[in-house]
């Protein structure tokens, strides 16, 4: 009988990672299926599935390989750096280090490589926090940033001497230093309270424990359907090799 030939246990260790591979897959099929898709204007805070696009962040045009096109996530070489998903609702930030990255082939035949492209439709499964300005200490944040704001004044004496030099003496006096300080202060408030309107940043890193942290260029349809045969074939394998295990 093989179970006699080979050794129980040499079958049994088999079977047990064919269990383990065909849980684990089991489970990601589960929550790509059971997660329903959030929009980005509206998602709660948590863990969320989005569906979006790839793009590079703000204001980066290149990344990657230079004799490649533009990616937003290489393996080997384009790791480690956040890029963007964006919806028609908002924009949320990856940070792949701690993420499970499922990939497909490029588009174009020509590069045969496990990467995500800006433009290519993307699909993440992990905990949205949304970042939004400080409400915390606030006059603290006020005279930092007048001070900032005051340096950056006298550091160009001539505009200063032109807005705020009334008697027109090439010097700013007393009084009209309190000028400066009181358009300095309405200055800083209005810029505070304008970014105290602005929306939060949408930013997506990891999952709590126990949960799966997911970034794929994969339509999720297939990728689910992947995973439950998957998980099909390892529990085939696990019930063979057991059973072969135990055939006396």
Same mark, same amino acid.
């Given at each position: 009988?093989?179970?006699?030939?080979?050794?129980?246990?040499?079958?049994?260790?088999?079977?047990?990672?064919?269990?383990?591979?065909?849980?684990?897959?089991?489970?990601?099929?589960?929550?790509?299926?059971?997660?329903?898709?959030?929009?980005?204007?509206?998602?709660?805070?948590?863990?969320?599935?989005?569906?979006?696009?790839?793009?590079?962040?703000?204001?980066?045009?290149?990344?990657?390989?230079?004799?490649?096109?533009?990616?937003?996530?290489?393996?080997?070489?384009?790791?480690?750096?956040?890029?963007?998903?964006?919806?028609?609702?908002?924009?949320?930030?990856?940070?792949?280090?701690?993420?499970?990255?499922?990939?497909?082939?490029?588009?174009?035949?020509?590069?045969?490589?496990?990467?995500?492209?800006?433009?290519?439709?993307?699909?993440?499964?992990?905990?949205?926090?949304?970042?939004?300005?400080?409400?915390?200490?606030?006059?603290?944040?006020?005279?930092?940033?007048?001070?900032?704001?005051?340096?950056?004044?006298?550091?160009?004496?001539?505009?200063?001497?032109?807005?705020?030099?009334?008697?027109?003496?090439?010097?700013?006096?007393?009084?009209? @230093?309190?000028?400066? %300080? !009181?358009?300095?202060?309405?200055?800083?408030? &209005?810029? *505070? $309270?304008?970014?105290?309107?602005?929306?939060?940043?949408?930013?997506?890193?990891?999952?709590?424990?126990?949960?799966?942290?997911?970034?794929?260029?994969?339509?999720?349809?297939?990728?689910?359907?992947?995973?439950?045969?998957?998980? @099909?074939?390892?529990? %085939? !394998?696990?019930?063979?090799?057991?059973?072969? &295990?135990? *055939? $006396?």
């Amino acid at each position: 009988m093989l179970a006699e030939q080979v050794g129980r246990e040499w079958l049994l260790l088999p079977a047990l990672a064919s269990l383990w591979f065909a849980l684990g897959l089991y489970r990601r099929y589960r929550l790509i299926v059971d997660t329903p898709t959030s929009r980005l204007s509206s998602s709660a805070q948590g863990y969320v599935e989005l569906s979006g696009t790839a793009a590079l962040p703000e204001g980066e045009s290149s990344r990657g390989l230079p004799h490649l096109p533009v990616t937003v996530w290489l393996p080997g070489y384009v790791e480690d750096q956040p890029f963007l998903l964006e919806d028609a609702f908002g924009r949320c930030l990856l940070y792949p280090q701690a993420a499970e990255i499922v990939t497909r082939t490029g588009d174009n035949h020509l590069f045969l490589l496990h990467a995500i492209y800006p433009g290519q439709t993307l699909y993440a499964l992990g905990e949205l926090r949304t970042q939004r300005h400080a409400h915390g200490n606030v006059a603290q944040e006020r005279r930092e940033r007048l001070a900032v704001l005051l340096a950056d004044w006298k550091r160009d004496d001539h505009t200063l001497l032109q807005n705020f030099d009334a008697d027109g003496n090439g010097q700013i006096d007393p009084d009209e @230093w309190q000028n400066v %300080l !009181a358009a300095a202060q309405q200055w800083v408030d &209005a810029d *505070i $309270r304008v970014q105290q309107r602005l929306p939060g940043t949408h930013v997506m890193s990891g999952a709590q424990a126990g949960q799966l942290f997911l970034i794929t260029n994969i339509p999720p349809e297939q990728l689910a359907r992947r995973y439950q045969w998957a998980a @099909w074939l390892h529990t %085939l !394998a696990w019930w063979g090799l057991m059973a072969a &295990a135990h *055939i $006396r």
